[in-house]
């Protein structure tokens, strides 16, 4: 191709993510190597030796984060006919330019910076934008981020949307806790709260069948009176359980996939159904066909892929997890009490930590609730460094909110 071909970082990360990934190979003889700005990605899909992920473990990705290669590897492949029409349509567009600069009355200021900053796209520089435009681009992302759809995690869960803020598209929200303390009951009533609202949810329930899922939020909803009644319901509360699950099911809004584990068939249903919210319990439990090493690489490929899918169907993820056990002796626990935790954390937007206080030995089992905390240890785009107060009430398997 020609010496003032154009590459663009998109198109360029676009074309390197799908060659280290296997695909669209072929072209790689159709770029020169003076074209990419990344040598490390560059020689890696050449090699073809290396995935997007162990590349990021050995610190050969040239400073691109592993979601943007991830994202780019998911994104739609620009052909060559594509770049090569960009490129001209802005060696056109500076011709244009250049002559109307020579026009009675033109402004000449205007005129020139913005041929300076064709330029510089053809040429592969960085343009930073005037300072004139700072204020309206300012107010710009304002206005988009405040007409962006979100979801609040709804009953049980107020004070937690109103401190953290609402679930936004495109997140992906890590919820862990040590086994037994109700994080899958925590993410069922979130995730059943949000379809309540007209939004489309998807439910992942890996460690569950969807008869147990079903009891839980059957119990959650208060369709009966306890578990007892669950075990030997009457005639009526067979009614009752009939008329609220064929209302589930009616609305399409809540919807179970029992058993799927694969990451790939996760991505592939979010692309086919375009939900609002994903609910994943757990990641432990989730494959990949990719290749990985073991667990950090695996959890980096899966929390990588998650958020590009996150990013690109506009969805949001919230992916269920297991805080170490060394998180049992500390009152408040930190990113690095996550499992994994560089590779759990470090594609997530949000990251809620749930820890419990035991009940009262001398409190009946009938009675007792646990005291649980949901610390916010991350929150991109809000506050973090806090903490909010539930009971969890493990007969009906349903959080209420206290303040403390």
């Known amino acids: 191709m020609s010496s003032n071909f154009y590459l663009d970082r998109t ?17 790689l003889a159709l770029f020169e190597p003076s074209l990419f700005m990344f040598p490390n990605l560059y020689r890696a899909a050449i090699d073809g ?22 994202t ?25 330019l250049a002559e109307n600069i020579k026009q009675p009355g033109a402004d000449v200021a205007a005129i020139t910076a913005k041929l300076l900053q064709i330029q510089a796209a053809i040429d592969k520089r960085e343009v ?56 899958s009951a925590a993410a069922l009533q979130i995730g ?18 969807t008869q147990e899922t079903l009891e839980r939020l059957i119990l959650q909803q208060q369709i009966i009176d306890s578990q007892t009644s669950l075990s030997a319901p009457t005639a ?16 399409d809004k809540f919807n179970i996939y029992e058993g799927v584990n694969q990451l790939e068939t996760i991505t592939q249903t979010i692309k086919e159904q375009r939900p609002d919210l994903v609910v994943i319990d757990q990641l432990t439990q989730v494959r990949t066909s990719h290749r990985t090493k073991d667990i950090r690489e695996r959890y980096i490929q899966v929390t990588a892929d998650l958020k590009a899918a996150a990013i690109q169907y506009q969805t949001a993820i919230l992916l269920l997890t297991q805080l170490n056990r ?12 996550l499992h994994e935790s560089d590779a759990t954390g470090q594609n997530a937007d949000v990251v809620l930590l749930m820890t419990k206080e035991e009940a009262d030995s001398r409190t009946p089992d009938f009675a007792r609730s646990d005291k649980i905390t949901i610390h916010v240890v991350k929150n991109r785009g809000g506050r973090d460094g806090f903490r909010i107060g539930e009971v969890f009430n493990g007969e009906r398997y349903t959080f209420s909110g206290i303040s403390y």
Do not use: C
Not at 72 to 96: C, I, W
Not at 192 to 209: H, Q, R
Not at 236 to 251: H, P, Q, T, Y
């Open 236 to 251: 009526e509360e067979l009614n009752s359980i009939k008329s609220f699950l064929d209302d589930v099911e009616a609305s």
């Open 49 to 70: 030796n290396k995935t997007p992920v162990q590349l990021y473990t050995e610190k050969k990705t040239d400073g691109v984060t592993i979601t943007e290669l991830m």
């Open 128 to 183: 930073k934008p005037a300072a004139a435009n700072l204020s309206d681009n300012f107010i710009k992302q304002l206005e988009e981020k405040a007409s962006a759809k979100t979801m609040r995690y709804g009953r049980g869960f107020e004070n937690l949307t109103k401190r953290a803020g609402a679930i936004r598209r495109g997140q992906l929200i890590v919820l862990a806790a040590r086994p037994a303390t109700g994080k």
């Open 11 to 27: 198109s360029e990360l676009t074309l390197l993510a799908n060659w280290i990934e296997g695909k669209n190979r072929g072209d």
């Open 192 to 209: 059943y709260n949000i379809a309540e609202k007209g939004n489309k949810v998807l439910f992942f329930p890996l460690e569950m069948t």
């Open 326 to 337: 060394a998180a049992t002796d500390k009152s408040a626990p930190t990113l690095e009490n």
């Open 72 to 96: 780019a590897a998911h994104g739609n492949f620009p052909t060559a006919d594509y770049l090569e029409s960009k490129a001209m349509a802005l060696l056109v567009q500076r011709n244009k």
